[in-house]
């Protein structure tokens, strides 16, 4: 079980302190979403249930092959991001700055062990606007989204 909130973010801390992963992913069915995902050299597809804050998340290991394979069914666009890690009390900040067409998307993700205690959780000062529930937010739309949109969406 995956249990997540996202935010948008209108600042940033001092990155040059925190690890990072180079991420690419691609989609390659919605409904239930199915991915495949290259970070730095490990690879992976990932089966994800319905849900927004709380859904179902299964991982299966791939080899750089069959990445390269499974990502060439997508019909849209590859999701190219880096990945800050930046700890955060007892949780991590997963920091993703998006590149390519999506650049200038900043979103913060936070995963917690229960719903409870997602929904007690104090966001840094840094964050914005709470994006858990904007479907718009999900990779799984962003890499489906036309230019007009995402334009809209990046502002």
Known sequence: ????????????????????????????????????????????????????????EYNLPLNKKSYDNLSGYTKHRIISKRRYLIPYGDHTIELDIFKGELEGLVIAEVEF???????????????SEDVTYDKNYHNSNLCRMDGATLKHLLK
């Open 1 to 56: 079980m995956e249990i997540e909130r996202k935010f948008k973010v209108f600042g940033l801390p001092n990155l040059s302190e925190y690890r990072y992963h180079e991420i690419e992913q691609a989609y390659i069915n919605e409904d239930p979403v199915i991915r495949v995902r290259r970070e730095d050299d490990t690879y992976y597809m990932t089966y994800k249930g319905s849900g927004m804050l709380a859904r179902e």
């Open 113 to 127: 062990d229960s719903v409870e205690e997602a929904n007690g959780f104090t966001a840094p000062d840094w964050f």
